[in-house]
């Protein structure tokens, strides 16, 4: 062992912050042992070209492509797709997920945002669309796109989280799937708008007036009862979806956006806002979006989403390419406002050690999470869990599975495991 | 009142005692709605029943508009498949094997005609008459007898109906009970 290493290995075990080779970020970032890196299963291909005068590669030999009025993600990437159960292209009621594992950072590309739709994604004419304001107020006012878009506007980051994400780990058995389709109705988008308090001002809500039940122009016309609170607190008329008019499958030309709370809550399509006093049992807050518990009572009305982290790398469908020192990498959030902590274990929760939160750490947004870790090529179990600023931590899957009835899936924030084999596959595992 | 709660209703107050000011913002250019534009667009139906149209229908009407309109989706009297089963299931919520359907589950009837009204069937929303979602409702309650195979359904007859799992939601708002 040459003294450079002996340098590194006595740095690295001053590092360590958890069990079984977790060590702090710092580390990773001074050595140079990033060698293996961690790849998709599938390896890229090899170029071999060896003659002197060809050494530049192709594409600095012949002018690119022309410029484009629209651009699209590299032919390269073209398997970065949203992931379906059902076949793509097919209508009605269902979702396609966020590839999350193949994502980087914080923010979700427009096109790969998760969908849900109750029968379709309708195509609204602006110019003929209008947003209903009536009920308990004192004026009811319509608003076209083109008079939203003279009211003042605002700009949030925020994720959106269907509340029947994750839910299948509510399943006996561990899912051999990807991490995307594990936790992928889950995205995150830069949106602007107009403030929802702005415009229930403009039409005077009345007295009594305590719930909002807001309503979509799908073929569905779905419908869900919204607490006034919320509707003056942070929610928006959301026209603007990083940077660009929100996509018709978001919910052009405008949705409602109510930072932290279940997605079925965020209506797009967004046509009217009934003002009244009380919740009207829509079909999406008894039928669905209810939690049933042991003994046969339902929780009702359950709205924000709970503390939650999942690791994305490695996960599912990756492997570890021999011992070394690794990138562990994820995604935490909570409804309830921001990401305080994020904690690491490596050794199936016995020990956790402090993850770093490689910002921007937002309140109810996703927040990227990375920790070193120095795998010896040992059989491994990885965990996250995240902690918020309210002090709620993540339970434990077993901890969760108790606060149900058999098979419920809704609001799923349990945590959860991989497991690393001794030759570098990942596995779901309950832990 | 929990501190909790006078935070979260702090703006709500505010707007109420001043709307100018919370509203100075505003250009204030919605366009206002006649009554009549209200009334075409408000399809909301309430559990007091609140929102219900004239028209009626019974068990029977009901049993015709199923058979050409939704047997092909949900099956017969409801059972399921290829779409979700709307009735039977009742008394299953506290075992092992909980089978939520509108009869086992949904708490108040009004939310069935709400929903068919605005949703279903799902290749032509919002095509049948009132009559016939009245006529419709009736007949899915009366498969299990939540109705009487004789029962007609109207404005006033419909929020009576009392469903079985009435009682069975518990609300998560603003907190969970104690």
């Known amino acids: 062992m040459g003294e450079l290493e002996k340098t590194e290995a006595a740095n690295l075990r001053e590092e360590t912050v958890a069990g079984n080779g977790l060590i702090h970020r710092r580390a990773l970032l001074r050595t140079a042992l990033f060698s293996a890196g961690i790849a998709a299963a599938s390896a890229g291909t090899a170029r071999a070209d060896d003659s002197v005068g060809a050494d530049a590669p192709e594409w600095m030999k012949t002018p690119g492509k022309p410029f484009s009025a629209y651009g699209t993600p590299s032919h390269w990437q073209e398997k970065v797709q949203r992931i379906f159960t059902i076949a793509p292209g097919r209508a009605g009621t269902g979702v396609s997920r966020t590839p999350l594992h193949l994502l980087e950072g914080t923010i979700t590309p427009a096109g790969l945002h998760f969908e849900r739709h109750h029968n379709g994604v309708p195509d609204i004419d602006p110019g003929k669309h209008e947003l209903y304001i009536h009920g308990m107020v004192k004026r009811p006012l319509a608003f076209s796109l083109d008079a939203l878009m003279r009211y003042p506007m605002e700009t949030q980051i925020r994720f959106i989280e269907c509340s029947g994400n994750s839910g299948i780990f509510s399943q006996p058995q561990a899912a051999q799937v990807t991490a995307g389709e594990l936790n992928g109705l889950l995205s995150c988008s830069e949106w602007t708008g107009v403030k929802l308090f702005t415009l229930l001002a403009d039409a005077g809500i009345t007295k009594d007036a305590k719930w909002v039940i807001a309503e979509g122009a799908d073929a569905a016309a779905m419908s869900r009862s919204i607490p006034l609170e919320k509707c003056m607190d942070d929610a928006m008329i959301a026209l603007y979806q990083n940077g660009e008019a929100i996509r018709p499958e978001q919910g052009f030309p405008m949705r409602l956006l109510l930072p932290g709370f279940e997605g079925n809550m965020n209506v797009k399509w967004l046509r009217r806002l009934n003002v009244t006093d009380a919740p009207v049992d829509a079909r999406d807050e008894t039928s669905h979006y209810t939690e049933l518990m042991p003994g046969g009572k339902a929780r009702q009305f359950m709205f924000a989403q709970g503390a939650k982290s999942a690791i994305l790398k490695p996960s599912f469908g990756m492997s570890m390419k021999g011992p070394g020192l690794y990138e562990i990498s994820g995604l935490a959030w909570s409804g309830a406002g921001r990401v305080s902590k994020v904690e690491v274990s490596a050794d199936g929760g016995k020990s956790w050690g402090a993850a770093a939160l490689t910002g921007p750490v937002l309140p109810k947004a996703l927040t990227r999470f990375r920790m070193a870790w120095n795998w010896k090529g040992q059989p491994s179990t990885l965990m996250s869990r995240a902690t918020d600023e309210t002090g709620v931590t993540q339970p434990t899957r077993a901890a969760w599975i108790a606060e149900y009835a058999p098979g419920q899936g809704y609001h799923f924030n349990g945590i959860q495991s991989w497991d690393i084999a001794a030759d570098g596959t990942v596995k779901n595992v309950y832990a | ?178």
């Open chain 2, 1 to 178: 009142m929990s501190t909790l709660k006078f935070i979260f209703l702090l703006p709500v107050a505010a707007l109420l005692l001043f709307p100018r000011v919370c509203g100075a913002q505003s250009p204030n250019v919605g366009r206002p709605l006649t009554p009549e534009e209200i009334k075409k667009i408000d399809i909301t139906v309430a559990p007091d029943g609140k929102g219900l149209p004239p028209g009626s229908g019974s068990v029977s009407a009901g049993a015709a508009v199923y058979a050409k309109s939704c047997q092909s989706c949900h099956g017969a009297q409801g059972a399921g498949k290829p779409q979700d089963q709307l009735t039977g299931g009742l008394g299953t919520l506290a075992s092992a094997k909980p089978v939520k359907t509108p009869a086992s589950y949904w708490p108040v009837a009004t939310t069935l005609f709400d929903y068919i009204r605005r949703a279903m069937p799902i290749t032509s929303p919002q095509s049948l008459s009132n009559d016939e979602v009245y006529a419709v409702t009736a007949y899915i309650l009366s498969i299990d007898g939540i109705v009487p195979a004789d029962a007609v359904l109207d404005a006033k007859s419909l929020p009576r109906v009392k469903m079985p799992n009435r009682d069975g939601f518990i609300s998560w708002w603003p907190k969970p009970p104690r």
